[in-house]
């Protein structure tokens, strides 16, 4: 283990921040940093929405469910995956872009998190910290009007960035040995190791809590996934020249 | 800037490694790193296959188009969107899965991504190069039978570990205000920047290849986006029970 990997071991979501402000060169060096991530087959299909305005700001606390930090956090960003700039990269050489492809989706989303992962980490390697927000799939049309995206543009999620002014506990993960495979996908075993690892999440919730807060990781995720999950979502993507194929 | 952004900013893909074994403790370090990444609503949505069979590395490296590093590389990893797992945590509580929205598609794909980068960024900092195999996708459903994907999951990308055996250059990225918009999305000025990139991509290319590669960035994107881009993908992830609605 080494100091990286321990930066690394210790995220937690950070949702109070100090007023202490950011200064734009060093959210420059942030995004820097996210192009300096892998992007597949060099598309990099990422382009970063700093939020300022203080009435879109408070519009995205709405977009996203009333998440207050929305507004409160010295930095908002909205990552969005942006094939704009590659039917850019056409026209200036006289070719017509093939869009619309599930293909294209997956590289250019994938490639937005990449970066983004790597803005949190330089973020957090600065005292910082960090709340990914896909909240704003919430109201996601709304978002995309609100920052004038093109078509070929989606807003994957926001980020919120700014120095903690809260130090929650990190959050007990999986077993590694349900999350690691040797070969094959095997998931024997998987259910007797899940039921374990509930009783250590009930027990981070009813610490975090005083008490009142018990739930299992197995109950938090039925919950969840017995329920439609923003079903407009493909709709809006098809609109938006994505996912047609 | 300091030690971990320096360390992000010099990443490169390698695709040349030493013989150097990766022990299997610190395979599980990599990986309890990338599960401290952040997990939408704590899904947990990321599984990793490692690759250690001979024969099944030879058929991976087919299923690539050809990329002998996959088989070569000291440690190969497949990482997948596990949806099964959330389907077994619902069983386990006597519900029903309401699967396969798109949005739930998009969660467990950026879960994968940012769990993958914190797995690099770990072994970047150990000293190890990794590239990224989106062409697992060139075959996405005989890796998914290679590797006995069950239904809601699917193979994102493979990733190649090991020590470098080579010392490639720093691609350059975009200019920073092409990829960072303030307020909106606003691509006044870019195609004069890219232009400009252009050039410095050029360059890039001449210098490694001793003159023989001529290609600027739009011209590569351009001869890219034209074509078809693995269109048996949308077929393949709805019969996974992926983007179904």
């Not at 950011?22 to 700093?50: H, K, R, W």
Request: some cysteine; hydrophobic content about 40%; glycine content about 6%.
């Amino acid at each position: 283990m080494n100091a990286v990997i321990e930066l690394l071991n210790s995220h937690r979501s950070i949702r109070k921040f100090t007023d202490q402000p950011i200064p734009q060169e060093t959210l420059n060096t942030l995004v820097q940093a996210g192009q300096a991530a892998a992007t597949s087959s060099f598309i990099q299909a990422c382009t970063v929405i700093q939020v300022n305005d203080k009435d879109t700001r408070s519009q995205l606390v709405e977009c996203s469910g009333g998440q207050v930090y929305v507004g409160e956090a010295p930095a908002f960003l909205v990552f969005c995956a942006d094939m704009q700039r590659l039917k850019l990269a056409c026209e200036m050489n006289d070719a017509e872009i093939n869009a619309g492809f599930t293909e294209q989706f997956i590289t250019a989303t994938v490639d937005v998190a990449l970066f983004a992962q790597n803005v949190s980490i330089a973020a957090e390697s600065l005292g910082m910290g960090v709340a990914y927000i896909g909240g704003i799939r919430n109201q996601i049309a709304r978002v995309s009007e609100l920052l004038d995206l093109p078509e070929l543009v989606y807003p994957v999620f926001g980020l919120c960035l700014g120095y903690p002014d809260q130090n929650p506990e990190v959050k007990p993960r999986l077993p590694v040995d349900v999350v690691l495979k040797q070969d094959s996908y095997n998931d024997n075993g998987n259910k007797e190791t899940i039921a374990e690892y509930d009783k250590s999440v009930r027990e981070y919730y009813q610490t975090r809590t005083g008490g009142n807060k018990e739930m299992t990781w197995s109950e938090q995720m039925s919950g969840m996934m017995i329920k439609e999950a923003r079903p407009h979502m493909l709709n809006f993507l098809k609109e938006k020249g994505f996912l047609l194929k």
